[in-house]
Structure formats: C-alpha cells, structure tokens
C-alpha cells in the first residue's frame, strides 16, 4: 500500500529540425523564456520576457458607456451607437496602436563550425534543462536552461569545435513587425555585435526600452558557453548596464553550478507535484508536458500568466497581444495550480488583481453607479486596461465572478481563512453587488438579469444576447453560496447572509427550457445551443462553479444528461483548442470515462503542433472550421489537459471527494500521489484490476471528510497516524470521516 513512487518524468525527445520558434525546445521560468529550435549547423533561440510590452492605445470608457445606455440600444436596435461607446478607438493615424500589446523580442543564433549539425534533441523535464546532440567531425552537445527568477538563458556547447562557434544578434525583422513598428512610432533596433559579446538595443515610445546582452566565454576542456539576458532602462546605457549585471553574474555561477541549482529547484517542484501513473501514454505526456509548462509560465516571483507566456514568437505580432484573457483562458492557465498541489504559482495574479482594484471600482461605479463594488473587463492589459474590440467581451461580468472563483477555490484547498478574510470574501461580495445592481424582480416574484451574455456565443451582433444567461446565473448563484460558508466561517452580520439567500432561492439556476425529460440548458432565454460553440459557458454550472449536483440530485443529472446530448449533436465543427480540455473535464463530472480520455487524445491529434506546442486553431484538417491558421500557439491548453487528467483520477463535486471517478475501463492498473482537493486534503490512490485498492488522505486542516464509497460497498477499514487502532467505518455512498489536524488516514475494503 505504498504511493507511487515520485520519479522525475522525461526525457521527451524532439522533432529535428524545428522549423519555426514554436517547434523548439521551451525552456522558461515566468519572467523569462527561449525557444530552442532550427536545422543543420543554425541554432535559432527566440526570446522573450513576460513583462515585454507596449502599453499604449487600448479602450477608454466615456460617460455614456453605461448599463442603462447599452440596454436602450440594445432593445432599441440601435446598433451605431451601442458600438461607438463600446468598441473603443480603431487606427487614427496619429501614431498610436489601437490597443497595447506583447512585443516580439527577437533571437539570439548560433551557427555551428563547418560540417556539425544538429542531430537530435530532447527535453529533460525532471531537470528544467534542454538537450542537442550534434554530428560532424567531433561531435558534441549543446545543452540550456533558464535559470529561476533571473532574466538569463545559458547555454553550454562541447565538442572540438566549441570554440568555432558563433554567435549573432537577431532582432525581429518580419515585415509584419517592422511595418507595425514604422506604422506606430517604435524606431528599429541598434545592434551592437562583436566577436565574442553583443546585442541590440530596442528604444519604445511610452515604455522603459530594452537591452538584450549575449556574451560568448571559453569553458574548460572541449567547450565554449553562451549567455543570454534581457534588462529594462530609462536609457540605452542604463538598460545595457542591467544586462549586463545578469551576464556577469550568470557568467560567474558558470553553466554546471547553474545546472545542478536549477536540477535542484526541478526536483523539488516534481517531489510536491503529484506523482500520476496513468496506462495511457498520451494522457501521460499530457500531464507530465502540462506541470512542466505550468512551472514556465508561473512562478510566486514572475508576472502573471498570459495567452502566450513568456513564449512570444519574433516574426509577429503575438495574436490577440499575447493579454489577459479573463473569460477562461486565464483561469485555464492556472488550473493545475490547485490538484497540482502548486498554489504559490497564483500569488502574482491575486496580487496584479489587487493593484487594479481601484480601476475596478472605478469600471463598476462608471457602468452601474455601484460605489462598492469591482468588475473586470474581459480582455486587458497587465495594467487593466480594457484591450477587447468587441461589446459583448467589454460587459462581460462573469469575467470578474470568475476571478472571485479561483479566489474561492484558493480557500476551499487551503483552508487558508486570513486569505478568505482579506482576499477572496471580499472580492466575491463586491463582485455580486454588481450582480445585485442588474437584478430585477418579475411578477411572479423571480429575479432576473435582463441583458446578459454567454462568453463569445455570436460574437458582437447585435443578437448576442438575453435575459438569464446560464454562464452568468451559475456565477451568481457560486458567489450567493459560497457567501453564505464565508459568513458561516467569518462570522458575518446575519443580514447580509439573509440577501444571498433570497437571491440564491429567487433566481433560476440556468436557463432552462422544455420540461420533463426534455427540460436542457439554453445559452440564454429563448436560445438553445443552434450550433457548435467551443465556449461550453452554459454548462459552467457543473464545471467550474459546482452549482449543479449531477451524483446527488436527479433533477440536475436529467438536466445536463439533457443538455450535453444536445451538446454532443452539435458537434465539436466550431471548437478550439483550449476548449477540449474543458470539455474532457466536463465529461468526467458526469462520470462518462472513454468520452474524457477520447477528447483528450483528440486534443493531441487535432490541436497540438510538430514540438507539443498547444494550439488555438486544428493542426488536423475536418475536425472544426477553425482551422485556418494552424501555427498559433496558446499556452493554457496544456495545462488544461493536465488539469483534466487529474479530474479524471480525482475530483470534489458538490462537496464530496470522489477518487478514480472517471477512470476509463482500460485503465486496470493507475495510481497517483499527493492530488490536492477541497478541504485541505492531499490524496493518493490505486486502482488495481480495474478497482480501487486503497485510498490515503492527508489532512492539513483537520476538516471533515466526506469521500463517495471509493471501493463500491462495504465496510471500510481506517488506519489512522493519529491511533494504534483501526477504525471500522460503516459502509454507505458517501463516507463521512472527522479528521485532525496532520492526520494520515489509510482506507481499505475491510473484506480485504
């Protein structure tokens, strides 16, 4: 009845030769990132810093982009002006972009000597480090990393030609990037290359420019080693400056000190990631290449994660400016934080949110005049700033109930009450009074919220939207909820708690139409789902916000069971590549396995590229119409299929833990370590021929444990760290177990 053992997971071998950056090799650390990629004796690095923007343009709200305004010309018809107000500024000529945006950074490349060539390559997940054999006279290797929490890339090239090796400095050249450049005021690069150090200044408009420093040194025996940084400063000298500080103290660590302390940094984070041993090879690269790339675009001392990470390409402007994406692309990204057991990885978001709330406030009380109250704008700059072109995205409030979500789920697996004091109620009770401010009671005493909706569903026509729109009712009827636990824990004035109550009891729970059998969710009053749609926004209700009980309540498993075969007819002809994941999370909450594990080797074949990297648009022909422009890299994907694994092994519904809820029929043998779940709690199972075999809980808090039967029927047996003796516990479909603080339960069939 041991756990699984926590080996390092990889290598994973790579495609030679990569032909562009998102083929390569990624290495990051959330501030910083390279792509390793190219063919023959060229050696291609992108680069780029996570923080690299040009903040200027964006939407600026006037006086008349409020909530009465846009429903008088929604039900008006008035669709002039509604997108005069709400889609913001287009190109005025005068210089400025019409939004802010991710910069392209550039490349640093190394052209190996005269007849070596890359060879093969690999990633050493378990150590953060990136491998190339070479051949040709000599051979030889090249290995990089980039080390934690510094701006740095170090590279170390043996053979008998390392010496030979040479290095050049490549700023973005694209004409795409250069006629956006000319078109916006942003001057060319300087380049500054010498024979064994060099690179380029990069000067911006309205932000601090840009040095990007590479330094060639000799190493003992056969090897040469190359350094890589990139600083900001008011002035080229200043920013070389900076650079060049993080060359010289990369350069004096020295490339094999910096491996072992990054290997060290590596085997730390995979020893409390969740060990997951799944007979599937693609769901297990899935969630091995997921955590790695978790730890690549997050950490507690980075910026918070973007569409693209700290991987920008060079020859383009990154789509969609590489911003915040709050609809579900964000909260993708961070979705393995939580079972991954990796929650410091949310700190830089709770903290960029916290930094916004004053604009936050000032959105809220400009749209509906509510002076206590918080709502994000969909899309945004890492300073706020509204960045979507279209209405629907700018009045989009679910974007901010679910940011309150992740706040709440932070609490629910930590049990961490000064953070839901300070952070997460408050947050969660702002975001409702904007909720509140929309409300309306009907005749027959129901609340309403009359202009809503579903994220993306008909893009910005006029038509897109309605009265109760499923996404957005599931948000509210979250908050009223978990409200409601806040004062319980808290200890809050009993009128506030009577006001959620009444709003939680009043409002449906989702659009429902039809009855009986037949009832289903609808997008919104009056609209099913008429076709296929990669946002699955209107059965959020199950997953994420856990407001329908699809185990212990029949009215609610009718309706989704309903809902999702009107979800399945309408096929996946309109999806993306971030939205498999979900669906594959979604199927897993209803317990359907094969259709789970189906979507995410779909996923793998459909919408990931040569190199691993996640896709927006089908790599694979026939599967959607989304399929034109294939090479677009976005990030939360992966962590969203390593997400979905976990899920598939371990998840809490409605409260309740549920262990190998949808393991698919051939998995007879799976184990996992350390999955992280609501109540504080660390979990390890295994599943042996096909059933349950033990089940360990580690309790951080000392919450009450309510677990579905993980053995079927049947008394259990409990082994506690807390007592010599074993417990028998009274076999039932929900298990209730009082747990201490620290304590390690084991439970086993007692006929075993």
Request: proline share 7%; hydrophobic share 45%; net charge negative.
């Given at each position: 009845?041991?756990?699984?053992a926590r080996?390092?997971?990889?290598?994973?071998?790579?495609?030679?030769?990569?032909?562009?950056a998102?083929?390569?090799?990624?290495?990051?650390?959330?501030l910083?990132?390279?792509?390793?990629?190219?063919?023959?004796?060229?050696?291609?690095?992108?680069?780029n810093?996570?923080?690299?923007?040009?903040?200027?343009?964006?939407?600026a709200?006037?006086?008349?982009?409020?909530?009465?305004?846009?429903?008088?010309?929604?039900?008006?018809?008035?669709?002039?002006?509604?997108?005069?107000?709400?889609?913001?500024?287009?190109?005025?000529?005068?210089g400025?972009?019409?939004?802010p945006t991710?910069?392209?950074?550039?490349?640093?490349?190394l052209?190996?000597?005269?007849?070596?060539?890359?060879?093969g390559?690999?990633?050493?997940?378990?150590?953060?480090?990136?491998?190339?054999?070479?051949?040709?006279?000599?051979?030889?290797?090249?290995r990089a990393?980039?080390?934690?929490?510094?701006?740095?890339?170090?590279?170390?090239?043996?053979?008998?030609?390392?010496?030979?090796?040479q290095?050049?400095?490549?700023p973005?050249?694209?004409e795409?990037?250069?006629?956006?450049?000319?078109?916006h005021?942003?001057?060319?690069?300087?380049?500054?290359?010498?024979?064994?150090?060099?690179?380029?200044?990069?000067?911006?408009?309205?932000?601090?420019?840009?040095?990007?420093?590479w330094?060639?040194?000799?190493?003992?025996?056969?090897?040469?080693?190359?350094?890589?940084?990139?600083?900001y400063?008011?002035?080229?000298?200043?920013?070389?400056?900076?650079?060049e500080?993080?060359?010289?103290?990369?350069?004096?660590?020295?490339?094999?000190?910096?491996?072992?302390?990054?290997?060290?940094?590596?085997?730390?984070?995979?020893?409390?990631?969740?060990?997951?041993?799944?007979?599937?090879?693609t769901?297990?690269?899935?969630?091995?290449?997921?955590?790695?790339?978790?730890?690549?675009?997050?950490?507690?001392d980075?910026?918070?994660a973007t569409?693209?990470?700290?991987?920008?390409?060079?020859?383009?402007?990154?789509?969609?400016s590489?911003?915040?994406?709050?609809?579900?692309n964000?909260?993708?990204?961070?979705?393995?934080?939580?079972?991954?057991?990796?929650?410091?990885?949310?700190?830089?978001?709770?903290?960029l949110?916290?930094?916004?709330?004053?604009?936050l406030?000032?959105?809220?009380r400009?749209?509906?005049?509510?002076?206590?109250?918080?709502?994000l704008?969909?899309?945004?700059?890492?300073?706020?700033?509204?960045?979507?072109?279209f209405?629907?995205?700018?009045?989009?409030?679910?974007?901010?109930?679910?940011?309150?979500?992740?706040?709440?789920?932070?609490?629910?697996y930590?049990?961490?009450?000064?953070?839901?004091?300070?952070?997460?109620?408050?947050?969660?009770?702002?975001t409702l009074?904007?909720?509140?401010?929309?409300?309306?009671?009907?005749?027959?005493?129901?609340?309403?919220?009359?202009?809503?909706?579903?994220?993306e569903y008909?893009?910005?026509a006029?038509?897109?939207?309605?009265?109760?729109?499923?996404f957005q009712?599931?948000?509210?009827?979250f908050?009223?909820?978990?409200?409601?636990?806040?004062?319980?824990?808290?200890?809050?004035?009993e009128?506030?708690?009577?006001?959620?109550?009444?709003?939680?009891?009043?409002?449906?729970?989702g659009?429902?139409a039809?009855?009986g059998?037949?009832?289903?969710?609808?997008?919104?009053?009056?609209?099913?789902?008429?076709h296929?749609?990669?946002?699955?926004?209107?059965?959020?209700?199950?997953?994420?916000?856990?407001?329908?009980?699809?185990?212990?309540?029949?009215?609610?498993?009718?309706?989704?069971?309903a809902?999702?075969?009107?979800?399945?007819?309408?096929?996946?002809?309109?999806?993306?590549?971030?939205?498999?994941?979900?669906?594959a999370?979604?199927?897993?909450?209803?317990?359907?396995?094969?259709?789970?594990?189906?979507?995410?080797?779909?996923?793998?074949?459909?919408?990931?590229?040569?190199?691993?990297?996640?896709?927006?648009?089908?790599v694979?022909?026939?599967?959607t119409?989304?399929?034109?422009?294939p090479?677009?890299?976005?990030?939360?994907?992966?962590?969203g299929?390593?997400?979905?694994?976990?899920?598939?092994?371990?998840?809490?519904a409605?409260?309740?833990?549920?262990?190998?809820?949808?393991?698919?029929?051939?998995?007879?043998?799976a184990?996992f370590?350390?999955?992280?779940?609501?109540?504080?709690?660390?979990?390890?199972?295994?599943?042996?021929?096909?059933?349950?075999?033990?089940?360990?809980?580690?309790?951080e808090?000392?919450?009450?444990?309510?677990?579905?039967?993980?053995f079927?029927?049947?008394?259990?047996?409990?082994?506690?760290?807390?007592?010599?003796?074993?417990?028998?516990?009274?076999?039932?479909?929900?298990?209730?177990?009082?747990?201490?603080?620290?304590?390690?339960?084991?439970?086993?069939?007692?006929?075993?």
């Open positions: 009845m041991q756990d699984p080996s390092l997971p990889g290598p994973l071998a790579w495609p030679v030769p990569a032909r562009t998102h083929e390569g090799l990624p290495l990051g650390n959330g910083f990132g390279a792509l390793l990629w190219g063919a023959g004796r060229r050696l291609r690095i992108t680069i810093r996570a923080d690299y923007w040009d903040h200027r343009g964006g939407i709200f006037g006086p008349e982009a409020t909530y009465a305004d846009l429903r008088r010309w929604l039900e008006e018809g008035d669709e002039a002006e509604l997108r005069r107000v709400f889609e913001g500024r287009a190109e005025t000529g005068d400025q972009p019409p939004r991710r910069l392209p950074m550039g490349r640093v490349d052209l190996l000597p005269e007849g070596v060539e890359i060879a390559a690999s990633l050493a997940l378990g150590e953060g480090q990136a491998d190339l054999a070479l051949a040709g006279p000599g051979s030889g290797s090249v990393l980039v080390p934690r929490g510094r701006p740095v890339l170090a590279l170390r090239v043996e053979g008998s030609g390392a010496g030979a090796v290095v050049g400095s490549s973005p050249d694209a795409e990037v250069l006629a956006h450049y000319r078109a005021g942003i001057p060319g690069a300087a380049v500054e290359d010498a024979q064994d150090r060099g690179g380029w200044y990069q000067a911006l408009p309205a932000d601090p420019g840009l040095y990007v420093a330094e060639r040194v000799p190493a003992e025996g056969q090897a040469a080693e190359v350094y890589v940084a990139a600083a400063g008011p002035d080229p000298a200043e920013a070389r400056a900076s650079a500080a993080e060359l010289a103290w990369a350069i004096e660590q020295g490339y094999e000190a910096l491996a072992e302390a990054e290997a060290l940094w590596w085997r730390r984070y995979w020893r409390r990631t969740p060990a997951v041993r799944v007979p599937d090879a769901l297990q690269e899935a969630y091995d290449l997921g955590m790695y790339k978790l730890a690549g675009i997050a950490a507690p980075a910026p918070a569409l693209q990470g700290p991987w920008v390409e060079e020859h383009r402007l990154p789509p969609w590489a911003d915040y994406h709050f609809n579900i964000v909260q993708e990204c961070y979705w393995p934080a939580y079972a991954g057991n990796h929650l410091e990885m949310l700190g830089p978001l709770f903290d949110l916290a930094s916004w709330k004053p604009h406030q000032e959105v809220a400009e749209f509906l005049g509510v002076e206590d109250g918080l709502m704008h969909h899309a945004v700059d890492d300073r706020g700033t509204c960045m979507g072109g209405w629907t995205g700018a009045i989009d409030h679910g974007a901010t109930g679910w940011v309150a979500h992740m706040m709440w789920q932070y609490y629910r930590t049990l961490d009450v000064a953070f839901l004091r300070d952070t997460a109620y408050p947050f969660m009770r702002d009074r904007v909720y509140e401010a929309m409300l309306e009671v009907r005749p027959d005493g129901t609340l309403a919220l009359p202009v809503s909706v579903s994220p008909e893009g910005a006029m038509w897109a939207w309605g009265a109760n729109a499923s009712l599931a948000i509210i009827h908050l009223c909820r978990a409200l409601q636990h806040a004062a319980d824990v808290l200890g809050l004035p009128e506030d708690v009577c006001r959620w109550q009444r709003i939680d009891r009043a409002l449906p729970i659009a429902v039809g009855e059998a037949g009832r289903e969710l609808y997008l919104w009053e009056g609209q099913p789902l008429a296929s749609h990669r946002h699955h926004s209107h059965l959020a209700g199950l997953y994420p916000f856990d407001v329908l009980d699809y185990w212990g309540a029949p009215d609610d498993r009718a309706l989704l069971d809902s999702a075969r009107t979800w399945t007819r309408m096929g996946t002809g309109e999806w993306s590549g971030w939205c498999l994941p979900w669906a999370i979604l199927w897993a909450r209803m317990g359907n396995a094969e259709r789970a594990a189906l979507l995410l080797e779909e996923h793998r074949r459909v919408f990931i590229g040569r190199g691993r990297y996640t896709t927006h648009d089908a694979l022909p026939g599967y119409i989304i399929d034109r422009r090479d677009i890299m976005q990030i939360e994907a992966a962590m299929a390593a997400t979905a694994v976990m899920e598939m092994l371990l998840h809490t409605a409260g309740v833990l549920r262990v190998f809820p949808a393991a698919p029929e051939a998995w007879r043998e184990e370590a350390g999955i992280r779940a609501e109540g504080a709690f660390l979990v390890s199972a295994a599943r042996r021929e096909g059933r349950t075999a033990w089940v360990r809980v580690f309790s808090r000392g919450a009450t444990l309510r677990l579905a039967h993980p079927g029927a049947g008394d259990v047996l409990a082994a506690s760290s807390a007592s010599p003796d074993v417990r028998r516990v009274a076999g039932a479909e929900v298990l209730t177990i009082p747990t201490a603080p620290d304590e390690e339960l084991l439970l086993y069939p007692a006929d075993q």
